[in-house]
């Protein structure tokens, strides 16, 4: 089923959008990390990527039917710079997310009674919050010349969720078990 209401559609699609640019920019700026010698905070970037094309491709299959040609407007932290300060950017794009996109995005969408837009967004803003966490322990880390300690992350593939070394008997978020997590 489609979505029935043009902003809760526009709010997908920008919230699609803002979710491809995370993705990208994050496996750009693992590669920076790794070159850089933090290898786990490049991992991190990289699982951390893979959280963001989930919750695209959730947002993405939420617009089901809504083919044709729409225009995107969606905020992204921009530039490539050291590990440092490539993690505040990843820091600054999570914390607007969860202090002010998904909020917002969420109350229309349950305003509108879009459900299955409301379960998109509500994924998406769980993981987000663990984000910036993450991104601010590894930074932390970063500025004293260490890589951030970490021995397993783990993503769940349904709604994002991350953990890091123990996974949970089941999602928290989507409640998947934990045998789909994919492991980085």
Same mark, same amino acid.
């Given at each position: 089923m489609? *979505?029935?209401?043009a902003? $809760?559609?526009? &709010? %997908?699609r920008?919230?699609?959008g803002g979710?491809c640019?995370a993705h990208?920019?994050?496996l750009t700026w693992?590669?920076v /990390?790794?070159k850089?010698? =933090?290898?786990?905070i490049a991992r991190l970037?990289?699982?951390?990527a893979?959280?963001?094309? *989930?919750?695209a491709?959730?947002h993405f299959n @939420? ?5 044709g040609d #729409?225009?995107? $407007?969606a905020g992204? @932290? =921009?530039? %490539?710079?050291n590990t !440092?300060?490539?993690?505040k950017g990843?820091?600054?794009?999570? +914390?607007? +997310? *969860?202090d002010?996109?998904y909020?917002?995005?969420l109350?229309?969408?349950?305003m509108?009674?879009? +459900?299955?837009?409301v379960?998109?967004f $509500? &994924?998406? %803003?769980?993981?987000?919050k663990? #984000? ?5 322990? /590894?930074? +932390?880390?970063a500025?004293?010349?260490k890589?951030?300690? *970490?021995n397993?992350i783990?993503?769940?593939?349904i709604?994002?969720?991350t953990v !890091?070394?123990e996974?949970?008997?089941q ?6 078990k934990?045998?789909i997590y994919?492991e =980085?």
């Amino acid at each position: 089923m489609a *979505v029935k209401n043009a902003m $809760t559609a526009d &709010f %997908l699609r920008s919230a699609y959008g803002g979710e491809c640019m995370a993705h990208m920019r994050y496996l750009t700026w693992g590669e920076v /990390a790794e070159k850089e010698g =933090f290898p786990n905070i490049a991992r991190l970037f990289k699982a951390i990527a893979y959280a963001e094309q *989930v919750h695209a491709g959730n947002h993405f299959n @939420v617009l089901n039917g809504d083919i044709g040609d #729409h225009p995107v $407007t969606a905020g992204g @932290v =921009f530039g %490539l710079k050291n590990t !440092t300060e490539n993690l505040k950017g990843g820091i600054i794009g999570e +914390e607007f +997310e *969860v202090d002010q996109m998904y909020p917002a995005y969420l109350e229309v969408a349950k305003m509108q009674k879009e +459900e299955e837009a409301v379960r998109s967004f $509500t &994924f998406a %803003l769980e993981a987000e919050k663990i #984000h910036a966490e993450l991104f601010k322990k /590894a930074k +932390e880390a970063a500025e004293q010349g260490k890589d951030f300690e *970490v021995n397993k992350i783990y993503i769940c593939p349904i709604c994002g969720h991350t953990v !890091t070394d123990e996974l949970p008997n089941q999602c928290p978020v989507c409640g998947a078990k934990k045998g789909i997590y994919k492991e =980085f």
